[in-house]
């Protein structure tokens, strides 16, 4: 069930997709669904909380490594582009849901999938510049990586290009150094190998 409807939210869209259509295309019954989630909104956030429980414990183990403070952002914001670059559902989930504007869904997720990763990310953040607003520098990281990827078609029909790497590790470089220009973020790469 949670496939089914983790193929047609992304695809469609949560507006677009009825609960029967989920129950016929899973082979259950409708008590079934309905017995397991409560309602099609329960499996829409199901099925969010699921997709972004995967990202998340990835971005919490990269954040969570050993090293220097340096070391682990860059290790974080390396695995933060390439969880948003890779195909599949949750990119477009995502883009879904920000079009269509659910503020309790954000705030559910939000929630449920975010706050140890953001409190480890600010802590880093205020080891590195402790002069610096780290809650805004790290939600500046969230949303500069965001843009970078979400942002590649807007970039794909101008006639000039950015230069900026689509690779992990070029773009994690490019966000730290546009964000933390203090610190030498290649050097930190080639010390960290």
Same mark, same amino acid.
């Given at each position: 069930? /949670?496939?089914?409807?983790?193929?047609?939210?992304? $695809?469609?869209?949560?507006?677009?997709?009825?609960?029967? =259509?989920?129950?016929?295309?899973?082979?259950?019954?409708?008590?079934?669904?309905? +017995? +397991?989630?409560?309602? &099609? $909104?329960?499996?829409?956030? #199901? %099925?969010?909380?699921?997709?972004?429980? &995967?990202?998340?414990?990835? @971005?919490?183990?990269?954040?969570?490594?050993?090293?220097?403070?340096?070391?682990?952002?860059?290790?974080?914001?390396? =695995?933060?582009?390439? !969880?948003?670059? =890779?195909?599949?559902?949750?990119? #477009?989930?995502?883009?879904? +849901?920000? @079009?269509?504007?659910?503020?309790? !869904? %954000?705030?559910?997720?939000?929630?449920?999938?975010?706050?140890?990763?953001? #409190?480890? %990310?600010?802590?880093?953040?205020?080891?590195?510049?402790?002069? #610096?607003?780290?809650?805004?520098?790290? @939600?500046?990281?969230?949303? /500069?990586?965001?843009? *970078?990827?979400? *942002?590649?078609?807007?970039?794909?029909?101008?006639?000039?290009?950015?230069?900026?790497?689509?690779?992990? !590790?070029?773009?994690?470089?490019?966000?730290?150094?546009? /964000?933390?220009?203090? %610190?030498?973020?290649?050097?930190? $790469?080639?010390?960290? &190998?």
């Amino acid at each position: 069930m /949670l496939e089914v409807a983790t193929g047609l939210f992304a $695809r469609n869209g949560y507006a677009a997709v009825s609960i029967r =259509e989920i129950a016929d295309l899973s082979g259950v019954t409708l008590s079934s669904l309905y +017995h +397991h989630f409560g309602d &099609k $909104r329960g499996l829409y956030i #199901r %099925v969010y909380l699921t997709e972004f429980g &995967k990202s998340s414990a990835r @971005l919490e183990g990269a954040i969570g490594l050993n090293g220097t403070p340096e070391a682990r952002l860059l290790s974080f914001t390396q =695995e933060l582009c390439r !969880v948003l670059s =890779e195909p599949g559902p949750l990119f #477009r989930l995502a883009a879904r +849901h920000w @079009l269509e504007g659910d503020a309790d !869904v %954000v705030r559910q997720l939000a929630q449920a999938t975010v706050p140890e990763q953001y #409190r480890r %990310v600010r802590e880093v953040i205020e080891r590195i510049a402790p002069q #610096r607003n780290a809650t805004a520098t790290a @939600l500046a990281i969230y949303a /500069l990586v965001y843009g *970078l990827v979400t *942002l590649r078609p807007f970039e794909d029909s101008l006639p000039w290009k950015s230069g900026i790497s689509r690779s992990p !590790v070029p773009m994690a470089e490019f966000a730290l150094r546009s /964000l933390l220009p203090e %610190v030498d973020w290649q050097q930190v $790469r080639l010390s960290a &190998k």
